[in-house]
Every structure is written in structure tokens, then in C-alpha cells.
């Protein structure tokens, strides 16, 4: 018998789960984590509990939450250990801020959208304990620099494919990770690398010392035969549509042509 209860209404939870929590006492069974889950993000539904050993499965990308009308299922709160870390004499507690936090922080507060809060968040972090609060806004422009190279690069020499994009959020990696296992090639410096599992489900390879541009590259297995018949499929269609019109241009002609000889 599963430790979960109401899988067919909503999705598991492990007690161990760092990302999300649920409070049982707030949950309405209106399935709509599960909805959310098996439709938009495409988790639940393509596991069975009975084949993970009764494990739940999930790349912690919080949507359940997001969606819970309730608030049965919010995130994991860590403010207690921060509370234990600046209460610690032996301890200094460093606070990295996103942009995007400055513009965004004010509205939890009730303030307009878009509110521009750095210095109030810079104030308010060291009054709570902050030792150092640091900014990340410089990191942040290179790397959209650096992304941007690369999208140029991408598509003035064509040696990368595309499209490109890019995300902060760990949870896509994650789902790659468990359900696309196979497909991935490692390069190093590029020239190709081995590599192996780390942590169960992820990859990681040895480097030596200095640096380094390590890239991991995704191919669908089969994926010059399925391309070689989206191809064809493709050509076929054309073709098709093209002998259509061409038998329909043929009888317009023609008949023009009797009507004319009649005349």
C-alpha cells in the first residue's frame, strides 16, 4: 500500500522534499497541482509509484504551489536556519540579491508593481543580521552579454544549433536529467569527453586544472532517421499539394479551352 494518499487528485510529496511542503489540514483535493503537473509540466502521469519504489518523483519547479488555492502546498521555508546562522557568533552571513528582487520584493509588501526597493532591501537585510549583502547586478549583464555573443556566434557561423534559450531555474535540468538520460554528448575545451553519473541523476566528468569550456549537447536517439522522414513526410506533402493544384489548373485550362471552341 503507497504512503501517498489521493494520487488520482493530486501529486505526491516526499516528507524530504527541499523544495515544496504540504499541509495536509489545507488541502481541498481540487487537483489542481496534478492538473498542472501532468498537463503544463508533464511530471505526473509519466511515472508509476509502484516501479520507484512508492518514491515521488519531482524536478522541484514549485508550480504546484503557484496554483494551490489554498496554500496547502508552499515552499520549503529556510528562514529558521538563517535565524541559527546570524545568531551565531562564529558565523557571517552573506546575502547574494538577484536583480530582479529590487523590482519585485515592494509589491509583497503592498507597494505599486514594479517598485524600486534596493536600497530599503539592502537596509532591511542588515538590520535582520546580513553581514555583507552583495550585488549581483554586475554578473548578471555579463552574462546576458555572453548569451548574446553566443546567439550571434550561433547564427553568423551556424556551429551550434538553435534555438538557443536559457534559464534560471534548475527545474528543466532536472527533468533532462530523468527523462532524457540518453542522448547527451559531453565536450571539453570542444573535443568530446567521458562522463558519468553523479548524485544518481546527474552528470558530471573530471577536469583537470585551469580553465575550461565544458558543454553537454542533446540528440534525440534515431534523430537523423526521424529527421530523414520529417524530410520525406515533408516532400510528399508538397508534392501533393502540387499535383492538387496543378490537376486543378489543368481542368480550369481545359475547360476554357472547350468553352472557347464551342464559342
Not at 492538473?35 to 516501479?51: F, H, K, Q
Request: with cysteine; aromatic share 8%.
Amino acid at each position: 500500500m503507497s504512503k501517498h494518499n489521493f494520487t488520482d487528485i493530486r501529486v505526491p510529496i516526499e516528507p524530504d522534499n527541499p523544495s515544496i511542503v504540504r499541509d495536509e489540514t489545507k488541502c481541498i483535493k481540487c487537483g489542481q497541482c496534478k492538473n498542472i503537473c501532468t498537463e503544463s509540466i508533464g511530471v505526473a502521469g509519466r511515472y508509476d509509484l509502484e516501479l520507484t519504489g512508492d518514491t515521488a518523483i519531482c524536478i522541484h519547479c514549485g508550480q504546484c504551489a503557484n496554483v494551490c488555492p489554498a496554500g496547502s502546498i508552499t515552499e520549503k521555508y529556510e528562514y529558521q536556519d538563517v535565524r541559527r546562522a546570524v545568531a551565531d557568533p562564529d558565523k557571517i552571513v552573506i546575502c547574494s540579491t538577484s536583480p530582479s528582487v529590487r523590482a519585485a520584493l515592494g509589491e509583497e509588501f503592498g507597494m505599486a508593481d514594479g517598485s524600486f526597493v534596493q536600497g530599503k532591501m539592502v537596509a532591511l537585510l542588515r538590520r535582520l543580521g546580513a553581514d555583507y549583502v552583495l550585488d549581483t547586478n554586475f554578473a548578471a549583464d555579463m552574462t546576458i552579454m555572453e548569451e548574446a555573443s553566443e546567439l550571434v556566434e550561433r547564427l553568423t557561423k551556424g556551429n551550434r544549433p538553435i534555438p538557443q534559450f536559457t534559464s534560471c531555474c534548475p527545474a528543466w535540468v532536472k527533468f533532462a536529467e530523468i527523462y532524457y538520460p540518453k542522448g547527451w554528448t559531453a565536450y571539453l575545451d570542444g573535443v568530446e569527453a567521458p562522463y558519468f553519473r553523479a548524485d544518481y541523476v546527474l552528470r558530471a566528468m573530471v577536469l583537470p586544472a585551469g580553465t575550461h569550456t565544458v558543454e553537454f549537447r542533446f540528440r534525440a536517439p534515431h534523430y537523423e532517421l526521424l529527421s530523414s522522414l520529417t524530410l520525406i513526410s515533408s516532400l510528399l506533402l508538397l508534392g501533393g499539394v502540387a499535383a492538387v493544384a496543378g490537376a486543378a489548373g489543368y481542368r480550369a485550362y481545359k475547360k476554357r479551352k472547350d468553352n472557347d471552341g464551342q464559342q
